[in-house]
């Protein structure tokens, strides 16, 4: 019975790493685009700017 | 969201079911409970091969980028599940023959070399840039993917006796109280695929309109 558990454990906590990285990848990505959003905001933000802040926001969904 | 809700649920029923309700093989014992993500694994793999393949038939015909990124992102997932089948493999194998690899058995060899086929998909696509690395990667998903069957058909044109072939021409080797457990593991698989796969997609996705965003601030600034 213990193959099998190691077998399990193996699977799981792959699969956990994985989208834990997938989590922090898209908590970056979401301060990142509040960072460029302000940034954007200082300037002056124009309409093709405006689709891509909302574009790169959405993953943050 | 509504995909990755039911894979949760295909998952989590199918490890309940494959380890209380399944019954335990009569020939290998307890140690056969590997066979249910060990297999579905496998064939997540061969998916994941095959969708890269497809996905740079798409990109060469039609030359959009979304399809580079599918190709990229599957042969990525397909070389995940393949590592994840070979450590669970071994596992079974040291538990019912004693030792953790077999190189006489056609499987185990010919599935080492589709792990390191896509292995080099990534040193070339890390080799080439832009418009060249995606051609290439597309040329190689799709060259590549014929080792698949190669893996697939070994086992059974060499007789191999160390190895079990569980699905014949004449159906699953297995009773239907375990099939229906594979099933539902095979369709998690399946699942969990197509959800990490829409994931990396729309990062992807919002990377570039990142990218792009820093360029016009950037220009901005300037």
């Known amino acids: 019975m213990e193959y099998v558990v190691a077998a399990y454990a193996v699977i799981w906590f792959v699969l956990m790493l994985y989208v834990v990285g997938v989590g922090l990848r898209t908590a970056r990505l979401t301060r990142e685009t509040e960072l460029m959003a302000r940034v954007l905001a200082e300037h002056g933000e124009g309409p093709a700017e405006g689709r891509a802040a909302d574009e790169a926001a959405g993953v943050g969904r | 969201m509504?995909?990755?809700?039911?894979?949760?649920?295909?998952?989590?029923?199918?490890?309940?079911?494959?380890?209380?309700?399944?019954?335990e093989d009569t020939d290998q014992g307890a140690i056969q409970r590997i066979f249910y993500f060990h297999v579905a694994i496998a064939i997540g793999s061969m998916i994941a091969f095959l969708v890269a393949c497809v996905a740079g038939v798409l990109y060469l015909r039609r030359g959009t980028r979304v399809w580079d990124d599918v190709g990229a992102v599957s042969a990525g997932l397909g070389l995940l599940f393949s590592a994840l089948t070979v450590v669970t493999g071994s596992i079974w194998a040291k538990g019912a023959w004693g030792t953790w690899w077999r190189w006489d058995d056609p499987r185990l060899v010919t599935y080492l070399i589709v792990i390191l086929l896509y292995a080099a998909y990534f040193v070339l696509r890390s080799s080439a840039e832009g418009d060249r690395r995606e051609r290439?990667?597309?040329?190689?998903?799709?060259?590549?993917?014929?080792?698949?069957?190669?893996?697939?058909?070994?086992?059974?044109?060499?007789?191999?006796?160390?190895?079990?072939?569980?699905?014949?021409?004449?159906?699953?080797?297995?009773?239907?109280?375990?099939?229906?457990?594979?099933?539902?593991?095979?369709?998690?698989?399946?699942g969990l695929f197509a959800t990490l796969l829409q994931l990396e997609l729309l990062?992807?996705?919002?990377?570039?309109?990142?990218?792009?965003?820093?360029?016009?601030?950037?220009a901005l600034a300037a």
């Open chain 2, 2 to 23: 509504v995909l990755g809700s039911a894979t949760a649920v295909l998952m989590a029923a199918s490890v309940i079911g494959l380890f209380l309700v399944a019954p």
């Open chain 2, 136 to 190: 290439y990667s597309a040329v190689y998903a799709i060259f590549a993917f014929a080792a698949v069957p190669l893996s697939f058909y070994a086992v059974r044109v060499a007789e191999s006796f160390i190895h079990p072939v569980v699905f014949t021409e004449n159906g699953a080797n297995m009773p239907g109280s375990m099939l229906i457990w594979f099933v539902v593991a095979q369709v998690g698989v399946v």
């Open chain 2, 203 to 218: 990062q992807r996705r919002a990377q570039r309109a990142l990218d792009d965003l820093k360029l016009r601030i950037e």
